[in-house]
């Protein structure tokens, strides 16, 4: 399995991957025609400390892909009836 990062600027994509050892892509947004509006991906392997990522997601402005896979959680019930604010 493999982390995904995004950023905007590839200096900064380049940055992370060097002290991660990721390798860097150029990302695509579905339905985006202009390449420089394009994302810098660095992929990681998963095993890499999430909270030296996390650091360097902030620092460097980029962030996580999230996963298709994950679990949603379940919404919360609705109520039976309306609710009354006022008492009549």
Known sequence: MELIAY????ED????A???DGVVRRGRFH?????EDHPWVVVL???VSRAELDSLL???DGW???AVDEP???PPPLPSGPKRFKKT
Do not use: I, Y
């Open 45 to 47: 392997d998963a095993a």
């Open 13 to 16: 994509a380049v940055a992370v």
């Open 58 to 60: 902030t620092e460097h």
């Open 72 to 74: 949603v959680a379940a």
């Open 7 to 10: 950023f905007w600027e590839q």
């Open 18 to 20: 060097a002290r991660l």
């Open 64 to 66: 996580l892909e999230t």
């Open 31 to 35: 339905g985006e025609d202009d390449d």
